[in-house]
Every structure is written in C-alpha cells, then in structure tokens.
C-alpha cells in the first residue's frame, strides 16, 4: 500500500489565484513529520514546509501553509497568490520516527502544477 | 556557499563500467542519504548513513555501495551499470534529533545515462 498518495498529476492555475496540492498519508507511528518540496524544471529538490505530528497548528512558511488534518491524515498544501515562478513539480513526503535517526523520506508521486498567466 | 553539492552534475557511461558520484554537505549534519529518481520523477531512498551506521534499503542490488570518508561526505559508488540504474540520483543530508522534524537538504542530482 502506498504510504503518500497524491491524487493530483497535473494541475492547471491561473496566475494570482490560490492553489491546494492533495496529500494524504498512511502510517501507524504516532511521530511523524510531513515534508513538502519543489521540484522546478532545472531540477533541484527544495523544501517549503514541515508539519509534525504532534503540531497543534498548521504550518506556515511565506506564501505556503500546510492543511494538516490529522484525523483524515491528509496534509495539502496551499500556495497563495500563486506566480509564474510556482510552476513545477511538487512532492509531499514523510518521515516515521519509529524507524531512527537514519530514516529516509518516503514520497509521492508527485502533481505537476502549471501556472498560467 | 553550497549546502550540499554533487559531482558530477551528468554522468554518461557504458553497460558494465564503474562509476562513482560524490556528495559533500557542510551543513554540520550528522546523517547523509542517496536517493533515486526514475524516469518517472518517483523518488525512492537508498541509503542512510549516521554516525558510521549504515541502513539499506531492501530493494538496491549490492552493485550499489555508498562510503563514507568523514562526516561530511557520502560517496556513491556502482558497480557494473546497468541500463536500469539510468536515472537522477540525490544526496541529502540531515541532522539527527531524533524527531520528526529532521529536514533533509537535497543536492542538486546527478543524472547518470548508462548506454
């Protein structure tokens, strides 16, 4: 069973307008964290947000919040004001803590956001 | 001031050679990954490495074998390529709190081609 499950493979959006990137997770280790990076055509991996488990609060970081709902284990990330420079690949991700301290990123497949202006 | 840095950016070689990818973090952290992207932007973890322990993911053929050098770098060396191991690799590197909020910094990838 997929443990990060991102129902989205593209996305159109208009520039300006608010844009929500689905995620929803599958785990039974009670700390865990929730990873959104940004994958722009030239390649590289950048991180935008984490959210733990154990957050009472959703994050925030600029123009990207996280949409943690722990009861649905669904953690959507929302990019305000989207722009031009938004399009490209996003990746939700996680980490179990029950694993240790060497624990990789386990990640979705990705949604292709494309921006339009 | 790169945090974590890759060489070589693009690595094109033939079937059955050795290759190696370097990755270097000086970020001061403590635990160093490799992962694979697919053709398909899938990206799976291969290795982790913390404090001279090693954990592997199940599913790597042991042509693949990361070494350590010092904290600092995480070295990814392959052994007899085959057509499949084509794809883009990353090193990431992390601090190990022991919580969930270990971020992990990626390098930029280095996209191997086997022919």
């Known amino acids: 069973a997929q443990k990060i499950t991102q129902t989205q493979p593209g996305m159109f959006v208009q520039e300006k307008e608010a844009v929500t990137l689905d995620c929803t997770y599958d785990?039974?280790?009670?700390?865990?964290?929730l990873f959104w990076y940004k994958q722009p055509s030239s390649g590289e991996m950048i991180f935008l947000i984490y959210q733990g488990s154990y957050d009472q609060q959703n994050a925030t970081e600029g123009r990207y919040s996280l949409n943690f709902q722990k009861a649905r284990k669904s953690a959507n990330l929302v990019i305000s004001a989207s722009q031009l420079g938004d399009s490209a690949m996003y990746f939700c991700?996680?980490?179990?803590?029950?694993?240790?301290?060497?624990?990789?990123?386990?990640f979705g497949k990705g949604t292709h956001l494309i921006i339009q202006p | 001031d790169t945090a974590v840095s890759q060489t070589p950016k693009y690595l094109v070689t033939q079937m059955g050679n050795d290759k190696s990818i370097k990755c270097e973090q000086n970020l001061g952290h403590d635990t160093m990954y490799w992962y694979k992207q697919d053709s398909k932007k899938f990206l799976k973890i291969m290795f982790s490495?913390?404090?001279?322990?090693?954990?592997i993911n199940e599913t790597v053929p042991n042509r693949f074998s990361p070494k350590s050098p010092d904290k600092a770098h995480l070295n990814l060396h392959i052994n007899s390529l085959e057509l499949g191991d084509s794809a883009v690799y990353f090193c990431a590197s992390s601090l190990s709190t022991g919580t969930s909020a270990d971020t992990q910094y990626f390098g930029p990838g280095t996209r191997l081609t086997v022919l």
């Open positions: 490495y913390n404090n001279k322990e090693l954990i």
């Open positions: 785990t039974s280790d009670p700390s865990y964290g």
């Open positions: 991700a996680m980490r179990e803590v029950s694993g240790g301290g060497a624990d990789g990123l386990t």
